[in-house]
């Protein structure tokens, strides 16, 4: 189901607050009860929201949503910490970037950056990057996913594991609260357990939402990441824990980003 800008914002804020009530949200969007009505009921067929008396609550699955749907959300919170991100990255080194919308933020983020190589398996982040002279780019191989660009498989882990870079930037499709980094995919999960062994620093670039959400397979501990960039505060005892493991956690507003 590809989702309106409407109901992405109506599924953050299920995830958010646990539940949506119609009332609410069509006061939020200003339209009708029907028009919120018809579009809780077309995310529950799609299997993101269950209905409820007078809402709707979110579903747990282990299906990721659309990339389109990814893409639009928290769009400006995703700009901050690619914006913040990238600065932390000097010109004249070497580094990875992995698939997700967040990592593609970082990517434009980048376009100024001078003498740098950016090993990539998102064909996004590489078509972003030819606008950037200074950018040599190499793109893995492996099976393509046609939902969202990316590359994995085992051929895209044997590419990852012939280098040996400065930074990776990984994103996650969800961080459980005791600092585990989930996704959706083992193939992706393998890539991406590659990409942080072949790494000297590595970065994780995530928004709020993916705080607490379920996803089946574990990619590893943000105890393994140097730098966490998100645009809100981690849960306290999950903040204790990153200063515990020596892991900065860097918090991105969204209006930092001009």
Known sequence: MA?????????ELARLEGRVLVDDLANRFDVTLQTIRRDLG???????????HGGAVPRAGAVNLGYEARRRMNAEAKAAIGAACAAAIPD???LILNLGTTTEAVAHALIGHKNITVVTNNMNVANILLAN????IMVTGGALRRSDGGLVGELTTQFFEQFKVDYAVIGTSALDHDGDMLDFDLAEVRVSRAILRQSRHAF?????????????????????????FIDRPLPAELQDRCATWGTNVQICPTDSVS
Do not use: F, W, Y
Not at 133 to 136: A, R, T, V
């Open 133 to 136: 002279p200074g950018c040599e």
């Open 42 to 52: 077309d995310m529950a067929e799609a299997g993101l929201l269950d209905r409820v």
């Open 204 to 228: 994780l670039v995530t928004d709020h939402s993916k705080l607490g959400r379920p996803a089946p397979a574990r990619i590893a501990s943000i105890a393994e990441i140097d730098t966490v």
């Open 3 to 11: 989702l309106s800008i409407r109901q992405g914002e109506i599924l």
């Open 92 to 94: 004249n080194c070497s």
